[in-house]
């Protein structure tokens, strides 16, 4: 109410200094002043919500597109360095984990050679693929059942037209990082 009570006191003011000499630059200010007691019309309440459905949609499509341009630097910070994935208590025989390696999915396998990693990107359709020993010995992709190796990462059978991206394991002490090759 303070707010309204100034702007009432300047009009006011305005109104009985208009008509002194050296003031004429006041004549059309007290014609613009509105009455602050006047409901909002409707036609202003539908440019107000039609603007605002406006911004917020622009928003909603441009904030998706400036986070594409500009990566985050969480996603670029953990692409060069090492990632601790867990420890070897955490991959018996046959065991595998998808880990993230910066924005890419990595699986980390415990095959009959070893540990191993790789892309966990199916290199057919980008479907995110799986290792269980107890169903298959192959890495396996379940959008067409395309088979890699859990040794080497070559296709074995299916569709996919390229080998899965081999990552460098490293066991120290009893962790295992995995870092690009």
Known sequence: MSELAGIRRIADWVAANQNQPGREWFMNVSATVESVDRPVSRRRFVRVLLGFSV???LSMVVAPVIGFLIPSRKRAAG????????TVDDFGPGRSKVVALGSKPVIVLNSP??????SAICTHLGCIVGYDVS???DIVSPCHDGHFSAISGTVISGPPPAPLKEYLVAVQANDIYVQEA
């Open 113 to 118: 050679k070893g540990m191993r990693a790789f």
């Open 79 to 86: 692409a060069a360095g090492r990632l601790l994935v867990g």
């Open 135 to 137: 169903q298959s010995p």
């Open 55 to 57: 911004v917020s949609s």
